[in-house]
Nanobody
Framework: QVQLVESGGGLVQPGGSLRLSCAAS????????MGWYRQAPGKERELVAA???????NYADSVKGRFTISRDDAKNTVYLQMNSLKPEDTAVYYC????????????????WGQGTQVTVSS
């Protein structure tokens, strides 16, 4: 079984910064891509940023130039550095692991974390 545990959310003023972390634990052989999604009240969940095992990144247009995603494969951890935060960034942020192969060579398409709240407000 694989678990994703997020941390780093909280309340921050507009223009501030936060760093989210997501650690994957369990019987993991490899993870293809890891990413962050967010869901604001009344809206659908949307991709914020993703990073592949090869280091390729993808960002939502709304966060380009402000957010940076990175990963530490030795720790099975993905990070999201969020700078110049805006009130519209307020949402629950979810970590995703895509294409997980367990030590038993079982392929699981997706795992999700439980979510962490990010609130940008003065």
């Amino acid at each position: 079984q694989v678990q994703l545990v997020e941390s780093g959310g909280g309340l921050v003023q507009p223009g501030g910064s936060l760093r989210l972390s997501c650690a994957a634990s369990g019987s993991i052989f490899s993870i293809n891509a890891m990413g962050w999604y967010r869901q604001a009240p009344g809206k659908e969940r949307e991709l914020v940023a993703a990073i592949t095992s090869g280091g390729s990144t993808n960002y939502a247009d709304s966060v380009k130039g402000r957010f940076t995603i990175s990963r530490d494969d030795a720790k099975n951890t993905v990070y999201l550095q969020m700078n110049s935060l805006k009130p519209e960034d307020t949402a629950v942020y979810y970590c995703n692991a895509d294409g997980v192969v367990t030590m038993g060579r079982l392929y699981v398409p997706n795992y999700w974390g439980q979510g962490t709240q990010v609130t940008v407000s003065s």
